[in-house]
């Protein structure tokens, strides 16, 4: 869901909306937190349920998800490419045709479109990183 005025999206966790806001910037990017060159610290401890946007650019966007146990993302697909890496916890990746786990230090990459749930097995720090795909 996203809202063209504010420079906002959401995605619903559980029953839950959550809101990013992005920063437009003077070459219409938007931008949450990291401009260019920036280093994000992502052992930086976070705060439960706090889910932020670290950056988004034309053709890639990168998430950190803070998920509770048992809390999940509901199925969804994206068109292009991502890659969800677990940095703390257990998360398990729900796929059409299988439900691997992910334990700290893992990742795994999901082409476009195919359909994908997140469930927290613990308490949980996820990277997300998406490639945007442009409307042709």
């Known amino acids: 869901?996203?809202?063209r005025r504010s420079h906002?999206?959401?995605?619903?966790?559980?029953?839950?909306?959550?809101?990013?806001?992005?920063?437009?910037?003077?070459?219409?990017?938007?931008?949450?937190?990291?401009v260019s060159g920036d280093v994000v610290d992502l052992r930086a401890p976070s705060s439960p349920d706090?889910?932020?946007a670290l950056f988004k650019a034309p053709d890639l966007e990168a998430m950190r998800l803070i998920l509770a146990?048992?809390?999940t993302m509901p199925?969804?697909?994206?068109?292009g490419s991502l890659t969800v890496q677990c940095l703390k916890g257990r998360i398990?990746?729900?796929?059409?045709?299988?439900?691997?786990?992910?334990?700290a230090g893992q990742f795994a990459y999901l082409g476009g479109g195919?359909?994908?749930?997140?469930r927290a097995l613990e308490d949980s720090d996820v990277l997300v990183t998406l490639v945007i795909v442009q409307a042709a």
């Open 1 to 3: 869901m996203r809202c």
């Open 8 to 34: 906002s999206f959401a995605f619903r966790v559980d029953d839950r909306l959550i809101w990013f806001r992005h920063l437009p910037t003077l070459a219409g990017m938007a931008i949450a937190h990291a």
């Open 50 to 52: 706090r889910t932020v």
């Open 69 to 71: 146990a048992g809390k």
């Open 75 to 79: 199925e969804h697909s994206v068109p």
């Open 92 to 103: 398990e990746l729900v796929l059409p045709d299988r439900s691997p786990v992910l334990e």
């Open 114 to 118: 195919v359909p994908h749930a997140l």
